[in-house]
């Protein structure tokens, strides 16, 4: 099983293969409507962005009172935005988890996160990590399909793509 910080570093590589393909597209296709799980690209990477800075902060242990309050200016801070503002958003995130990727050298260290819904989950940050790792693949496929029925190429963003760029590179 690979390292989950190796997985992290897929998803900020398949996050970075995806925009590079979007900036060769009309800015139209990242804010078409579209009948999807999303209304548009661009919306559907606003939640992708948002969710990521939750687990972020969860990661980092931060009590839901102090996340919560964050939610509405995160989800603000990605709408409406270009292609290039929304890569920047996710560079600067991914900044963060590098950061706290360094100061946690142990990814098998104990958590419990509080869910104010489903209550208690006693777990460790690389099942955290890797959620994030899988929600990322979910949504990428969900802008795939997005761009297809607009008559645009998807970009393969798969997990062995990722090992042969690392191979080659």
């Given at each position: 099983m690979p390292h989950p910080y190796q997985?992290?570093?897929?998803?900020?590589?398949?996050?970075?293969?995806?925009?590079?393909?979007?900036?060769?597209?009309?800015?139209?296709?990242?804010?078409?409507e579209?009948?999807?799980?999303?209304?548009?690209?661009?919306?559907?990477?606003?939640?992708?962005?948002?969710?990521?800075?939750?687990?972020?902060?969860?990661?980092?242990?931060?009590?839901?009172?102090?996340?919560?309050?964050?939610?509405?200016a995160w989800r603000e801070e990605a709408q409406g935005r270009t292609v290039?503002?929304?890569?920047?958003?996710?560079?600067?995130?991914?900044?963060?988890?590098?950061?706290?990727?360094?100061?946690?050298?142990?990814?098998?260290k104990a958590m419990t996160i509080e869910h104010p819904t489903y209550g208690s989950l006693d777990t460790q940050f690389s099942a955290i990590l890797m959620h994030v790792v899988n929600h990322g693949t979910y949504h990428r496929g969900n802008v795939t399909a997005m761009l297809r029925q607009q008559g645009y190429a998807g970009v393969p963003t798969d997990y062995l793509f990722f090992l042969l760029d690392r191979q080659q590179g």
């Open positions: 997985m992290y570093d897929y998803h900020v590589w398949a996050n970075d293969r995806l925009f590079a393909h979007l900036e060769q597209l009309p800015e139209e296709a990242f804010h078409a579209v009948t999807s799980v999303f209304p548009s690209v661009s919306q559907t990477l606003a939640h992708l962005y948002l969710f990521d800075r939750l687990y972020l902060a969860v990661l980092e242990e931060l009590p839901n009172e102090e996340i919560f309050p964050k939610m509405p290039d503002d929304m890569r920047r958003l996710f560079a600067g995130a991914a900044e963060s988890f590098r950061e706290l990727l360094q100061r946690t050298p142990d990814p098998d």
